[in-house]
């Protein structure tokens, strides 16, 4: 018995370990994001829900749209911000996903009144019915009892009209295979695949250890530099969901390995 408590104990020890040497570090130095901070000139609100954030934006009058529906299954900080205006989840019209992992897409099943935006190689990945991958993928795995369903795929530089509201999706992969950037309203939402720095000077990509292909994900960054460039696009904002906003697009080119 004794030594079986204490193989129990070495395995939790290895744990913490490794989360000490390995997970932790890859979350330090970044920016915090802050509940309820605004964007858009106020039609965008940050919504913190424990560890990741997801957004509202205001469409037409009595309607929203998510960036991401965030890490609890219960959506009660999503439900939340609704009630703060009065609303109710079917004030939901549209849900844009940056990628299919489950602690992004929890609370989706929520909102049955919504389209539900996605590109091609997440919509597996969102159903339950592929598996992430990275080092540490099984945490990531959306559970098949809260499967979405996808119901428009998207294609790269597609703009969505939701109401008045318009928003622009990039394809980004590199973290997953169909990750994507959002652009509305001069803030551009990154998702996972990027974040800021706390010094503000630049930003960090996506975690290698739950990502598809890190190399990738550091060139797609520089990639939609590019296209937002000879698009012309106006980016006042980058907003990612494990951190704080940065404020200029040239940053996408600070990513590095």
């Known amino acids: 018995m004794k030594k079986a408590l204490l193989a129990v104990g070495g395995v939790l020890l290895l744990i913490v370990l490794i989360a000490a040497v390995v997970i932790v570090p890859a979350f330090m130095g970044l920016k915090p994001f802050v509940d309820g901070t605004k964007y858009a000139d106020g039609t965008a609100t940050l919504v913190a829900d424990g560890y990741v ?118 394809l980004l992969p590199g973290h997953t295979g169909g990750s994507a950037a959002y652009l509305s309203k001069g803030v551009l939402y990154l998702g996972d695949s990027a974040a800021g720095k706390s010094d503000g000077k630049g930003i960090k990509p996506a975690p290698w250890l739950f990502s598809d292909d890190p190399a990738l994900n550091v060139a797609e960054l520089k990639k939609l530099h590019g296209k937002l460039k000879a698009d012309r696009a106006e980016v006042k904002t980058l907003v990612f969901s494990h951190a704080g906003s940065l404020d200029g697009v040239d940053l996408l080119l600070t990513a590095d390995q």
């Open 53 to 170: 954030s997801l957004m509202v934006l205001d469409g037409d009058p009595g309607s929203v749209a998510l960036i991401d529906c965030g890490n609890d299954p219960n959506g009660a900080a999503i439900l939340a911000a609704l009630k703060a205006r009065s609303l109710g989840p079917e004030a939901v019209k549209a849900i844009f996903l940056t990628h299919g992992h489950q602690d992004h897409v929890a609370a989706c099943h929520l909102f049955t009144g919504a389209q539900v935006y996605a590109f091609g190689p997440d919509v597996k990945l969102a159903a339950g019915e592929a598996r992430a991958k990275g080092p540490l993928p099984k945490m990531l795995d959306m559970p098949k009892e809260r499967a979405i369903k996808v119901t428009q795929e998207l294609t790269d530089g597609q703009t969505v009209d939701v109401g008045a509201l318009q928003v622009k999706a990039y």
